[in-house]
C-alpha cells in the first residue's frame, strides 16, 4: 500500500490535506514543515513548504493523484508514490477500511 509525498506552499497543506481525508481518498496525512532548495526556470529559489505523508490504498492512489493535482497552486507539483514494503497489520487494516477508492 502506497504511502505519497506531497509537497505544497504552507497555506494550501491543511486544505488539502483535509480534502484528501474528508474524499476518503487518504486514511491519515501527516504535515511536516520544511525549507525546499531547487532550481525553477534557471533561479535558484529557497522556499517555505509543506512535506505531505498521504496513506492511501493501491486502488484510491490515481484519484488521489488527480485530487491533488486539481488543488494545488503549482504547475509542477511534487507527488510521489512510495510502496511499503513493511507495515504494522493492525495500522494497514485501519487504513484499508476509512480509504473508499
Known amino acids: 500500500m502506497p504511502t505519497v509525498y506531497?509537497?505544497?506552499p504552507p497555506a494550501e497543506a491543511e486544505s488539502i490535506a483535509t480534502a484528501?481525508?474528508?474524499a476518503e481518498l487518504a486514511a491519515c496525512?501527516?504535515?511536516v514543515p520544511t525549507t525546499s532548495t531547487y532550481?525553477?526556470?534557471g533561479e535558484i529559489h529557497h522556499d517555505e513548504e509543506v512535506v505531505l505523508l498521504a496513506k492511501t490504498t493501491d486502488e484510491a492512489?490515481?484519484?488521489l493523484v488527480d485530487r491533488v493535482t486539481d488543488l494545488h497552486p503549482h504547475d509542477v507539483p511534487y507527488i510521489e508514490r512510495f510502496d511499503e514494503d513493511h507495515v504494522l497489520e493492525s495500522y494497514a487494516?485501519?487504513?484499508d477500511?476509512?480509504?473508499d477508492p
Open 20 to 22: 484528501l481525508v474528508e
Open 29 to 31: 496525512v501527516n504535515r
Open 93 to 95: 487494516t485501519w487504513r
Open 6 to 8: 506531497i509537497t505544497t
Open 97 to 99: 477500511e476509512v480509504v
Open 61 to 63: 492512489y490515481d484519484a
Open 39 to 41: 532550481r525553477w526556470e
